[in-house]
């Protein structure tokens, strides 16, 4: 168990919807990110958040957006959804969000657009 | 983007087998990182390497950074099934603070 916790495990909506993923850090870590994770494309680095501001950006499409909230836990929300945007969705934290140091990673949110 | 190529992309191997993957740049990282990753779960850090020529050792998992620190690679001596799984990399530069992963080494160890 990473602590990290995701929700929810399972999303299916239709195109052009609008869905929001929720995740709460591991207890002490400032720093969160969000990843997108597709066969072709890999794991894919959308945004990071560092107590309650953006710190680095990603490859995230203007129609998707995150925020990190006071209690440090964040939401990533994606709207006018397409297909393509069926993939995982994993959030991640760390303790101060400096590079080198480990991410521990959710189990992840499936999305499947219909 | 500083891209890390993985290779194999797919790896089938008998139990008790050994091997190794690579994971390789034209960028130079500050650190390198290897996690695993479980179907239905998310990747789980394995190591953390930041010194060019660094070898680490993890029960029968070594891994190296490159001298240059744009490459790395990743063995596993004597393999079993519970090795299976996605081995991911991930370089980070002390230019910005996202990790780039690599899109992975799918692993099957057979009994």
């Known amino acids: 168990d990473s602590g990290v916790t995701q929700t929810p495990k399972h999303l299916i909506t239709a195109t052009g919807q609008r869905v929001t993923l929720r995740c709460s850090p591991r207890s002490g870590d400032l720093s969160v990110y969000w990843y997108q994770q597709s066969l072709d494309q890999g794991l894919q680095f959308l945004i990071q958040y560092y107590n309650g501001e953006e710190r680095a950006k990603g490859n995230i499409l203007e129609r998707f957006s995150a925020q990190q909230f006071p209690d440090l836990h964040s939401e990533l929300n994606l709207s006018s959804l397409e297909l393509g945007d069926s993939a995982l969705y994993f959030c991640?934290?760390?303790?101060?969000?400096?590079?080198?140091?480990?991410?521990?990673f959710g189990d992840g949110t499936r999305l499947s657009i219909l | 983007t500083q891209l890390l190529e993985q290779s194999p992309q797919f790896l089938s191997i008998q139990e008790g087998e050994n091997l190794t993957v690579y994971c390789n740049s034209s960028?130079?990282?500050?650190?390198l990182q290897w996690y695993r990753q479980e179907p239905g779960e998310g990747p789980v850090l394995l190591v953390t390497v930041v010194t060019g020529g660094e070898v680490k050792k993890l029960k029968r998992l070594t891994f190296q950074f490159g001298d240059a620190r744009k490459d790395s690679s990743l063995h596993i001596t004597a393999a079993q099934p519970g090795d299976t799984g996605l081995y991911l990399c991930?370089?980070?530069?002390?230019?910005?603070?996202?990790?780039?992963f690599g899109k992975g080494t799918s692993l099957l160890v057979t009994p």
């Open positions: 991930a370089g980070g530069s002390n230019s910005g603070y996202a990790l780039n």
């Open positions: 960028s130079v990282f500050s650190s």
């Open positions: 991640a934290s760390s303790s101060t969000g400096l590079p080198y140091q480990p991410q521990h």
